[in-house]
C-alpha cells in the first residue's frame, strides 16, 4: 500500500513557463514533507520542505502549497529552466522523532528549451 | 565539507552470494540510514543507525543486516543475494536525537548501483 503518491510518472515543460508536480498521502499521521531533486547518477538532494502547520513555503523559484484536507501536496517552480530536468521526488513523515521518510514513486521532469 | 560519501559505487555479484557497502556520513552527522531504490521506483527504507545500534527498521527480510562504527561509518551487509536485490542502495546521513538540527533533511550518497546476475 503506498502511501505516498505521484501520479504523474513524467512532465514536459517549456522553459519560462510554470512546472507544477503533485503528490498525494494517505496517512494522516504524516506531519512534515519534503521534496527532493535526483540528476542521473547522483543521490537525491534536498529542495523544500512544509510542516503541517503551514499551507505555504516558498523559497526562491520553488513553492510548497500543502492541502491538508485534501492530503495533497504540490510544487511549483516558475520560472523554469532546462537544469530543473531531473526527477523529482516528494517524501512525507511523522516529526515526532526521526522517523525515516517515505518516498513517492518520483515524476520526471524535462524543461525543453 | 565532505558529503556522504559511498563506496562501491557499482557493483556486479552473482545469485546466493553476499554484498558489503559501506557509507560515511555528513561532517557532524551521527545518525545514518539506508535506503533502497529498485528501478522506477521511489527509495524505500531498510534501517537505521545510531550510537552503533539499529533504531528502525523497514520492511526487509533479515538478509538485511548492518553495523556502525563508533567513527558514525556504516555498512550494510546482504546474504543469499537474489535477483529482486538489484537496485541503487543510497545511505544518508542526520543529526542523532536531542542534537541541534536533528530534524533537517537528510543528506544523501551518490548511491551503489548493485547488479545481481
Given amino acids: ?113 | 565539507d565532505a558529503g556522504v560519501t559511498q563506496s562501491p559505487t557499482h557493483l556486479i555479484k552473482t545469485r546466493g552470494q553476499q554484498v558489503t557497502l559501506r557509507c560515511s556520513p555528513k561532517s557532524g552527522h551521527d545518525t545514518v540510514s539506508w535506503y533502497q531504490q529498485a528501478l522506477g521506483q521511489g527509495p524505500q527504507f531498510i534501517f537505521q543507525y545510531y550510537e552503533e545500534e539499529e533504531r528502525q527498521r523497514g520492511n526487509f527480510p533479515d538478509r538485511f543486516s548492518g553495523h556502525q562504527f563508533p567513527n558514525y561509518s556504516s555498512e550494510l551487509n546482504v546474504n543469499a543475494l537474489l535477483l529482486g536485490d538489484s537496485a541503487l542502495y543510497l545511505c544518508a546521513s542526520s543529526r542523532g536525537p536531542h542534537k541541534e538540527g536533528y530534524n533537517s533533511p537528510l543528506h544523501f550518497g551518490n548511491g551503489t548501483r548493485l547488479t545481481v546476475t
Avoid at chain 1, 523559484?61 to 495533497?72: D, E, G, M, P
Avoid at chain 1, 526521526?98 to 520526471?108: D, H
Wanted: glycine share 6%; aromatic share 12%; proline share 5%.
Fill in chain 1, 1 to 113: 500500500d503506498q502511501q505516498v503518491k505521484q501520479n504523474s510518472p513524467s512532465l514536459s515543460v517549456q522553459e519560462g513557463r510554470i512546472s507544477i508536480l503533485n503528490c498525494d498521502y494517505t496517512n494522516s499521521m504524516f506531519d512534515y514533507f519534503l521534496w527532493y531533486k535526483k540528476y542521473p547518477a547522483e543521490g537525491p538532494t534536498f529542495l523544500i520542505s512544509i510542516s503541517s502547520i503551514k499551507d505555504k513555503n516558498e523559497d526562491g523559484r520553488f513553492t510548497v502549497f500543502l492541502n491538508k484536507s485534501a492530503k495533497h501536496l504540490s510544487l511549483h517552480i516558475v520560472p523554469s529552466q532546462p537544469g530543473d530536468s531531473a526527477v523529482y521526488f516528494c517524501a512525507a513523515r511523522r516529526n515526532s522523532g526521526n522517523t525515516p521518510l517515505v518516498f513517492g514513486k518520483g515524476t520526471r521532469l524535462s524543461v525543453i528549451a
